[in-house]
C-alpha cells in the first residue's frame, strides 16, 4: 500500500490520525496529546461523528475521521438491504458532515465522495466498508502529496535560518513544511502561539515540529506582539478552516489578531491551501461557537470565580489586506484574485 506518510511525526501518520479496521474505528486524542498516547475507539459512525464533535481530533483529522466515519457505516450496514444500506449512508453522510458546522461544505465533499464509491462497491457485490478504506488512504495520499507542493512554494518564502511563526495547528501542511525544509537544509526556528483553550499550537504543533528536529519555542497567544517585536520573526503562516473566494480566511480565533500584529511589523502573512470554490463570499461562513466554559479554565482547572461568564468563538475571520498570499499546490496567489486558482484542471483534493 503506498504511503506518503514516511518521515512524519507520529500523530501525522496516517494510522495516528484516524484509521478503520475490524468494525471499529480507532482516532488519536489530540486533547491530551502528547501527556498522553490515547486513542478513542468508536464502534458506530454516530461515536465518530461525536468524537468529532468533541474535539478529539481538530485541524484536519476531523476529515479523515469522517472518511473511516463513513468506512464504519458500511461496516454497520453491510447486512442491509441495498436500498436500505444505501439510505443508511446517506443519513451518515449527513451525520459525520455535520459535526462540527464551519467546515460542513468540505466535510460534505468527502462523505459524499465516499457515499459515491459505496454505492459502486454496492452495486458490484462488493465490500463497501474496504472500498471506502481504500478510497480514504487514497485521498490521504492525495492530500499529503499536494500538500507537500503547497510545502515547497511555501518553504521558499522562509529565509535560512529564518525565524516562523504559526498559529494553532495546520496538520499536514506543518509536517510537509517541515519535511521540506529537512530536505532543502534550510536551519528554521519555529514559534509557536499556544492557541488556548485547547492549545493546540503547544501540544500539537510544537510536538510535530520537535518529533522532526527543529528548533521549537511555545509562547503564550498573548506574546506575538513583542515575540515580532524583538525575535526578529521572518514570515507568520497558518492553514485555514476556509479560504472564501472572497479573500477572506476563516481560522482557529486569535489567527486575525496576530494577522494584524504581522501587518504592522512588516511580517509578511502567508496562508496555506486550497481555496474553497463554493464559499463565494465570508458571509457564507458560520463562526462555531463552543461551550464558554471552556475558556475559563485551562486543561481542565478552573481559573475564575463562580458567576464569571466566558465567550468561546471557534474560528475568525482575518480579511485580504492583511493576507500577503495564499499558498496553493499551484503557486501562491493574491487574495483578491483567487479566482484564478480554478482557471486551470483542478483534481479531486479532500
Known amino acids: ?66 472518511a473511516m466515519g463513513m468506512a ?53 457485490g462488493e465490500r463497501a466498508d474496504e472500498a471506502i478504506f481504500m478510497d480514504t488512504i487514497e485521498s490521504l495520499n492525495r492530500r499529503y502529496s499536494t500538500m507537500e507542493i503547497v510545502g515547497e512554494y511555501l518553504v521558499d518564502m522562509f529565509p535560512n535560518k529564518g525565524s516562523i511563526m504559526t498559529q494553532c495547528f495546520g496538520e ?33 504543533t510544537a510536538s510535530v ?43 482557529k480565533i486569535g489567527t486575525y489578531q496576530i494577522a494584524i500584529v504581522a501587518k504592522y511589523h512588516g511580517v509578511p502573512y502567508f496562508v496555506t491551501g486550497i481555496p474553497d470554490y463554493d464559499h463565494t463570499t465570508v458571509e457564507s461562513v458560520k463562526i462555531e461557537e463552543r461551550d464558554p466554559n471552556f475558556v475559563l479554565q485551562a486543561r481542565g482547572i478552573k481559573n475564575t470565580m463562580d458567576g464569571v461568564k466566558g465567550y468561546y468563538p471557534s474560528f475568525d475571520i482575518t480579511p485580504p489586506h492583511l493576507i500577503s498570499g495564499v499558498v496553493t499546490n499551484k503557486g501562491i496567489f493574491s487574495p483578491y484574485d483567487l479566482h484564478r486558482y480554478f482557471e486551470t484542471e483542478t483534481e479531486r483534493y479532500y
Not at 93 to 116: C, K
Not at 178 to 189: C, T
Not at 221 to 230: E, I, S
Open 209 to 251: 515540529a520537535q518529533d522532526m528536529g527543529f528548533d521549537t519555542t511555545v509562547i503564550t497567544d498573548n506574546m506575538p506582539a513583542l515575540v515580532m517585536q524583538t525575535k526578529g520573526i521572518d514570515l507568520f503562516t497558518s492553514a485555514a478552516d476556509v479560504i472564501c473566494m472572497d479573500g477572506h480566511i476563516t481560522n
Open 72 to 124: 464504519l457505516a458500511a461496516y454497520e450496514s453491510k447486512d442491509l438491504a441495498k436500498e436500505e444500506q444505501i439510505k443508511f449512508l446517506e443519513d451518515a453522510a449527513y451525520t459525520l458532515s455535520h459535526a462540527r458546522p464551519t467546515t460542513v461544505v468540505r466535510m460534505s465533499q468527502i462523505t459524499n465522495g465516499s457515499l459515491e464509491i459505496a454505492k459502486e462497491a454496492i452495486e458490484r
Open 1 to 66: 500500500m503506498k504511503r506518503c506518510d514516511q518521515d512524519l511525526a507520529f500523530m501525522l501518520r496516517y494510522e495516528n490520525v484516524a484509521w478503520y479496521e475490524d468494525g471499529e474505528v480507532k482516532i488519536l486524542d489530540r486533547r491530551i496529546y502528547p501527556t498522553e498516547v490515547k486513542f478513542v475507539r468508536c464502534k458506530t459512525h454516530g461515536e465518530v461523528a461525536k468524537a468529532i464533535t468533541d474535539m478529539v481530533t481538530q485541524s484536519a483529522g476531523p476529515y479523515t475521521a469522517a
Open 172 to 204: 499536514t501542511i506543518v509536517g510537509m513544511m517541515l519535511r521540506v525544509s529537512k530536505k532543502r537544509g534550510k536551519d528554521i526556528k519555529l514559534y509557536v502561539p499556544e492557541t488556548r483553550p485547547y492549545f493546540q499550537g503547544a501540544r500539537l
